[in-house]
């Protein structure tokens, strides 16, 4: 309940008076149809049907511990039969981004699992492989122009740290869930 003294309820305010000049304008401002969005190529919605390709694209491995990116095909991946650069902006090129077309195959809405190449590493290349890995490079790729990420979550210290958090806090495991960009290259064993 708002309170405000007596001498403000009792007070009057003028009437609104617009000068002569100004009505047309006001008219012919309704009159204009509504503006049109700008569109960005690659920002707008796109809907799929089940079985519709959904483009998926390689870009760069990084590594929050050495700070140095590599392309994605400086490794032995399974490489399309034209390889095709294909940077939208100029965001993206000053970023150190290396986005490249794939061979994977996405179809949405449809499970199907298959080989896409067999490859047979040679000691060098087993050795970058794992150089990679023990160096913690992600593996970023970008399905429909969108980052593909990993959900992971982690336990809270103290139950005050949930309250304190902006993240989506996981109340069957305790923990705060967020997503990291890409993937871990992989794990070594033993």
């Known amino acids: 309940l708002l309170h405000t003294p007596r ?9 609104l008076r617009l000068p ?7 008219v012919l401002m309704e009159l204009i149809p509504a503006v049109k969005p700008i569109h ?11 079985g519709d390709e959904l483009p998926m694209r390689v870009n760069k491995l990084t590594s929050v511990r050495t700070q140095l990116p590599y ?29 490249q077309n794939s061979a994977y ?3 949405f809405n449809v499970s199907k699992l298959m080989v896409l190449c067999k490859v047979q590493l040679e000691k060098k290349d087993r050795e970058l492989l794992s150089k990679r890995i023990r160096g913690e490079y992600r593996v970023n790729l970008l399905l ?31 923990g ?14 033993g």
């Open 71 to 99: 392309a994605f095909y400086s490794l032995p991946f399974c490489q399309p039969h034209t390889l095709r650069s294909s940077a939208e902006n100029i965001g993206e090129v000053l970023h150190g981004d290396v986005i």
């Open 176 to 189: 705060i869930v967020h997503f990291e960009r890409g993937f871990l290259l992989g794990y070594l064993g």
């Open 105 to 107: 195959l996405i179809r």
């Open 40 to 50: 960005w190529p690659g920002m707008g919605p796109r809907e799929y049907k089940p």
């Open 144 to 174: 429909d122009n969108l980052p593909v990420a990993t959900r992971t979550s982690t336990r809270l210290a103290a139950e005050s740290a949930a309250a304190a958090t902006a993240t989506t806090a996981s109340a069957s495991s305790g």
């Open 7 to 15: 001498s403000c309820m009792s007070m009057r305010l003028p009437p």
């Open 20 to 26: 002569r000049r100004g009505v047309p304008l006001i």
